[in-house]
């Protein structure tokens, strides 16, 4: 069983400046992915950034890295020069590389303040 | 490249009504998730179809029920509404498991809010 823990409901940054979501997790797989998704007020979820367990580089992604820490289980966002449009909820997610089925965190309410 | 429609987007029922909700996953997809969010909350895993079958099921009653169709489409039934059931359906489709193009990712639609008075 994947269980995921975000443990901050909210936050909120100044325009361009960087602000860092965390996560954390805990699975009994060898072999997972690491996920943040984005849920803007339209609701449509979106990928913003993947990780391989198996790869110790951290992923990037344009304005977004995340800081992945295997043995503490930590899997945090960083988002640079924060833009208006970054404004959104995001879920830490995890999975099994076996199947398909995604476990989310309850949430990051993010606030961008112009 | 139509990406996952889902159908209708907004309903309303009273307690004990049923209902059903409707998806189409992306082209070239055949593995069909249904998640419910509630206001508020994280998406929570309901059932996983692939190749017409249910493959897993997360911790729902059996008041929750799903179907795959040839064309991997799929429907999700909820019997005797409750007013806890009122939240957000997502619907998330992913490619075939094995090919390069699956990274694990899901891609979603925007959901049916379903409301029960």
């Known amino acids: 069983a994947q269980t995921v823990t975000q443990s901050q409901p909210e936050m909120s940054v100044q325009e361009a400046e960087t602000v860092t979501l965390s996560c954390t997790y805990d699975t009994s797989e060898s072999d997972y992915y690491l996920f943040w998704y984005k849920q803007p007020p339209s609701r449509q979820m979106i990928l913003v950034i993947r990780?391989?367990?198996?790869?110790?580089q951290n992923a990037t992604e344009n304005r977004f890295s995340v800081n992945f820490q295997k043995a503490a289980k930590s899997f945090s966002l960083k988002i640079s020069d924060s833009q208006l449009g970054d404004a959104a909820m995001y879920f830490c997610a995890c999975s099994s590389l076996r199947d398909d089925k995604i476990i989310f965190g309850k949430g990051t309410r993010l606030h961008i303040l112009p | 490249d139509a990406g996952v429609t889902q159908s209708p987007t907004h309903l309303i029922k009273t307690r004990g009504q049923q209902v059903t909700l409707r998806c189409s996953p992306k082209?070239?997809?055949?593995?069909v998730s249904w998640y419910q969010q509630a206001l508020g909350q994280g998406p929570q895993f309901i059932f996983q179809y692939y190749e017409e079958e249910e493959r897993q099921r997360g911790n729902f009653p059996d008041r929750f029920s799903g179907h795959q169709f040839p064309n991997y489409s799929s429907e999700l039934n909820v019997n005797a509404l409750l007013l806890g059931d009122s939240a957000l359906y997502l619907c998330a489709s992913s490619p075939p498991p094995g090919l390069a193009s699956n990274t694990g990712e899901l891609f979603f639609g925007e959901g049916s809010r379903l409301t029960v008075l």
């Open positions: 082209s070239g997809h055949d593995t």
């Open positions: 990780q391989e367990a198996y790869k110790q």
